[in-house]
T-cell receptor, first 118, second 114 residues
Framework: GAVVSQHPSWVICKSGTSVKIECRSL??????MFWYRQFPKQSLMLMAT?????????EQGVEKDKFLINHASLTLSTLTVTSAHPEDSSFYIC??????????????FGPGTRLTVL | AQSVTQPDIHITVSEGASLELRCNYS??????LFWYVQSPGQGLQLLLK??????LVQGIKGFEAEFKRSQSSFNLRKPSVHWSDAAEYFC????????????FGSGTRLSIRP
């Protein structure tokens, strides 16, 4: 149980185009989803937190107009990188958690999406 | 401030040797603590977690970790490593709130010497 998928697993796009990455919880309802980015040989940095039906909360320094996050259902969140540039090339990982009454809502991680902007 | 420190960037051990990866944290109370493993180009896999209770936590793949409050540490151990253990290991913490953020350490890359 607690499987999170991401699509696509990798994407290459031209500079200036927009790219959408999907994150799905396959066997549970995710009330909260998190988006991280990871540069090569670095740790994961949280970009934003989204609750189903609400606007995402972005971390300091993350441009909300550039990284659009939608969490329209309890099983799907999307991250759209708008007007992508080479510096946006990174590994994007999502995670999902459910408010099942537990004190702490464990996050389950997706396999990641490798974005390369040419 | 909340933080996780992994002082070793890269460790190389021989196959069959024992392993200890260090992790120190800074938090106002006792946080939830995790160890994750990441193979190249892959997502994160949870090895083990500490929420409360027994300070020696058993995880998957033969890993264990010990929570030491006095040292603010949560070191990961394995008695005998296998070549397949070569990966990046991340220590992480989260607070008590229901949608708490996870704060990751910088990671330790483990290489296995044949």
């Amino acid at each position: 149980g607690a499987v999170v998928s991401q699509h696509p697993s990798w994407v290459i796009c031209k500079s200036g185009t927009s790219v959408k990455i999907e994150c799905r919880s396959l066997d549970f309802q995710a009330t909260t989803m998190f988006w991280y980015r990871q540069f090569p040989k670095q740790s994961l940095m949280l970009m934003a937190t989204s609750n189903e039906g609400s606007k995402a909360t972005y971390e300091q320094g993350v441009e909300k107009d550039k990284f659009l996050i939608n969490h329209a259902s309890l099983t799907l969140s999307t991250l759209t990188v708008t007007s992508a540039h080479p510096e946006d090339s990174s590994f994007y990982i999502c995670s999902a958690s459910t408010s099942a009454g537990a004190t702490y809502n464990e996050q389950f991680f997706g396999p990641g999406t490798r974005l390369t902007v040419l | 401030a909340q933080s996780v420190t992994q002082p070793d960037i890269h460790i190389t051990v021989s196959e069959g040797a024992s392993l200890e990866l260090r992790c120190n944290y800074s938090y106002g109370a006792t946080p939830y603590l995790f160890w994750y493993v990441q193979s190249p180009g892959q997502g994160l896999q949870l090895l083990l977690k500490y929420f409360s209770g027994d300070t020696l936590v058993q995880g998957i793949k033969g890993f264990e970790a010990e929570f030491k409050r006095s040292q603010s540490s949560f070191n990961l151990r394995k008695p005998s490593v296998h070549w397949s253990d070569a990966a990046e290991y991340f220590c992480a913490l989260a607070g008590y709130s229901s949608a708490s953020k996870i704060i990751f350490g910088s990671g330790t890359r483990l290489s296995i010497r044949p």
